[in-house]
């Protein structure tokens, strides 16, 4: 039985030695791509890969991602083993997108060769009928997204351009490119689209975790004809982020529980004019936020005259029967009609001050998803060295990792030949304490970054860390591949010191060809 | 007979407010139910709806829910009689009674600290300073659980926020929980307005410890009012049988805002921790600290253990009475006439705490304030005051501020004289600047002093006096002052190097420090930011007055050294490619002002690489979370604009924001 056919079930026929093992870091800008592949003493190849996106496409961009595509196409003879998609990014996941002709994905236009995948393996955070996800996960992050995006209108485009630059994760809210061909199904958004696209494109994905108590195929895959074990150390369910604490089946509505961020949702909401867009293909309801506004009202409305029924009365010179002449001339006097701009005290006027705390839910739905994260760690049975792709996940996400079959995470870490560092050298996706001061294997562990310092720059984002850098620096005595350094990008070459690295055990190949689509990492064994 | 018609009627000099003793949570516990109430007695001035009165105006807009609440009229009639509204939560116009009364308390306490009325920062307009009469207070403008001091907008706007419905502590599960309502929070935030009208530049992150003294500050004040009410204490002393320093509810700052957010202790804890062993706190845990709130709660710490000690000392006697030498309380209750002597002496000794460490701030350099020397300024202020220290308060304080790893630099020792600040000796010319009588300085200095000290001046006409003579002291400063240096020396480098050791400005262009501002004469700008009367017990117990002088000037300072020497030199035209932070250097002269003689100078050089390079360093440091990766360092960010300024003075920062 050939290890090559579609099964759920893996092969636990022959155990192989495993002779070389390659991973290209492919090369589209702010993003990640990795395809690897192991070769088994046989000559037989597995390939896996993980991920393919982009932030934003430099010009030319996505035409990138489509050469990538092919490259990745015409190299593994359009057939994957095994495709990751570690989170819902756009960085790790536009380019099923932008390439989803060539790849096959468009369901009218499929090209001759589409490309072949036997399975796709996502986190559980991405299985819809998982109850932790129903009930918890997916609630939380509309509803968070639904207070951004109306912190967003009330605030103005302006004042919001932070948020704005930070959403790009999330994707494009226009169609980026015309050469996309069909347009957006009304409602959803991109990336749910992309989602859907993986979900059923090659067959049922397998939804991994790393402690299923019921199906420990979900922790676990050995793969013994290449000599390799992969353990999923994460996403955990007990992540406080992921509501590791909340019992799913609680009093809720819709899993939307009264805190802090619903009743600033339920009030942000009110800025939004067009409700049922906002609310197309969501699982929040009107009445949902109805009823969170109902319940974070401070007072009773007995209490409060609506801002807009006192300027209305100011306005129209009410006698006072509803709301009295002193109560109007207070306003007036001490605030004043939002359409006298220039009265006296209008720069002490507070209309958008609650809408700034959106600044700090943008950030912790972006880490929010970040900790989604698959995180895997593949072992090379015989020689014992382990490769860390750990997605983007965060140090919440880093602090719960576990394995049912691994007892001790350290041994892991000690082990690390290869760590894809988290989120583009992002200072809080790489644990040091307890995470990197941990992987001791100073001779041989070497990192790669995906980072594009030119675009991460012109964002003003601080990718990678200079301290991160430092300590990475320390931990693999030189031994870090950038994907890009040059102001040149990404035409510009990657970077890396090979005299850093053993020539004995490791090879660097770099792309020849002008559009230097990838750089390859070969150990050998 | 006709009652007599012609009587005056005096106005009354105070007014009885009730607001919540502690955050009402704990009205539901029966152990804290009887005491939660509280009536303050405010100073007494006519009000408007709103409350409006001298130095607030109470705005009740609550732009999240779209609402508005109608004002409350504090001086009606009925509500004059009963001490006002009683404390409820589900009443907005009791919430603008509570932060009207601890806010009004609180400028009361500062003013009888300092002994003169204050003022509000003033707003920076078209290159000038606008009066700011009143402070606005927006009880419920957030819904979040936050609160802050906006220095741009003079005004204080409080958050309301569901409470957690796990570890909800005391609060009910899913109820309002409004910030408006904890006295802590209402002077903490009031604190960082006041703190902000006496020294704007305090907001300035020129180091580390910048804005963790303001935090700071804010919490001292917030605690030791706390203490200031006897009544609540003689329920803590008696439930803590007279340690105080067990934890209890006294010093949990902000205590239903921590709980509410489903943490069960208080989000920062005056105590401080204690090494289990030895019982002392860790003097290096300060070197790690940066987060202005966690920096700032170890100074805080090092206060109350201060005045803890001191507290020990005064009630050694009472308890040695109390339990015949044995030094053992009896089981059970302590005896109620103990408990009053105990709370007294709590109230007494935090009352003084509290005043030393308000009257510092008229002994602290102008500009990039560090830890030690608010230490010295709290060291000097109190001699001022009391040149013996009978109750050991200045020794508890430096022993309690060593313990906690605070040290001024350049001092010999850390003995009481040595902490105490120098007045310019080396300086002959500064020295007698304004003495001599021939120019008349004295003069106008009397003059200011007796316009200060006028009763029913309005503060408003203190503001526009105090910005002329400040404009009338630059002039010295800038014109006169260098005649005379030029009448004494002959060579500018002479006089630069007398400064050097006084002033520690520059008051001549130099070649080699182009970076300086320069005015439209083209000498260096130099700006005298304050002039204030500042009070102080001289020999024979009389009270005496100094006139407190703040100048500063400014450099462009620059992240690259390369740049900043390029700068310096003149290579660098600094007008087309300025600063990425401004340098200060400042002094504070506390000047007597009957004989004219400088008591003391506190300065900050102008030209020191040293102070340079650390606010260089601290700018430039690594950035450890995720909104300073997306959204960079916010200090970095005060120095490019207001947009870019943000809230420096929220309860919590971003990332404290907790979810659940």
Redesign the interface.
Known sequence: MSCHEKEKKLCHEKENKLVELKVRMYRPGLGDCFLLTFKNDEGNLYRMLIDFGVLMPTTGGADRMRTIAEDILSTTGSHIDTLVATHEHWDHISGFRYARKILGLHPDEIPEQPLQVDRVWLAWTENLEDPQVKEIIAPNLEARSLAINAAMVGMGVERST?IQ??LRFDGPDEEPDELLGARKKSGGTWLSQIMEDLRSGWGTPEYLEPSSESQPAKSVKEIPEFGIKIYVLGPSRKMR?LGG?QDPSSETTHGL?????T??MA??F?QIEDTQTALADMRISQSDINQLSR??????RS??????E?EKACQEEDTGEEI?T??QS??KE??GLSKDKDSKDD??R?????L??S??LA??Y??HVNNTSLVLAIELTESGKVLLFPGDA?FESWETWENREVKDLQDLFRRTVLYKVGHHG???ATLIEGGLDKMTNVDELTAMIPVDKVRAHR?????P???LYEELEKRTQGRIILNCEDSECPTCESSYDMDKFDEKDVTIIEDESSDKLWLDYILKL | MSPNANITIPEPKSRMLQVFAFDPSLSTDLDTAVINKLTLNIPWEKLE??P?GEYL?V?D???????????VDLDHPHLLVQDGLSPSE???QFHQQMVYAVTSKTIQNFELALGRRVLWSP?KQNGGEEFVQRL?V?P???????AYY?P????I?F????A???NAGRNLP?G?V?TCLSQDIITHETTHALLDGLHPYFAEPSNVDVLALHEAFADIVALFQHFSHSEVLKHQIARTRGNLSSENLLAQLAQQFGQALGKRRALRSAIGEKDPETGLPDPSKIQNTREPHQRGSILVAAVFDAFLTVYKNRSEDLLRIATSGTGELPEGAIHPDLVNRLATEAAKTSQRILNMCVRALDYCPPVDITFGEYLRAIITADYDLCPDDRDGYRIAMIESFRLHGIYPSNVRSLSEESLLWLAPDNDHVLTNFFKSNQFSRLEEIHKFERYQKRRGETRKNIFRFNQAFRSTVRKWMTDELIEAYQKEFDRESDIEAVIQDSLRLTLFSKDDMQSVYIDDQGRPELEVNSARLAYRVGPGGRTMTDLVVEVNQRRHGYLDPNRQAKADNGTLDVDKYPGDFTFRGGATMLIDVETGDIRYIIAKNIDSDRRLNEQRKYLGS???????????DPNVNYFHGVEGQG?PFALLH??D????
């Open positions: 932070r630059e930070l982020q604490e529980r009264l805190n802090q961020m009743a600033f009030a942000a009110n319940l974070s009202q401070p007072f009773d209490r409060a005259i609506t801002i807009e006192l009295s002193e109560v207070f306003y001490h605030y720069w002490r507070i209309d958008y001050d609650w700034r705390i600044e700090s950030l912790q972006v880490s965060e992002s200072i809080n964002n003003e984002w601080n990718f860390a200079p301290s | 709806s709103g409006v105006e705005v807009i609550d732009p999240p829910s779209g609402n508005f609440y109608p004002p589900g009443t907005p707003r606005r927006y419920h403008a957030l819904r979040q659980a936050n906006s741009h907008k003079k005004a706007l958050g309301y926020f569901p957690s419905k796990q899913g309002i409004f690594p950035a450890t979370s995720l909104r300073y990766t997306y959204f960079g809230e971003g990332d924001l907790e979810e659940d």
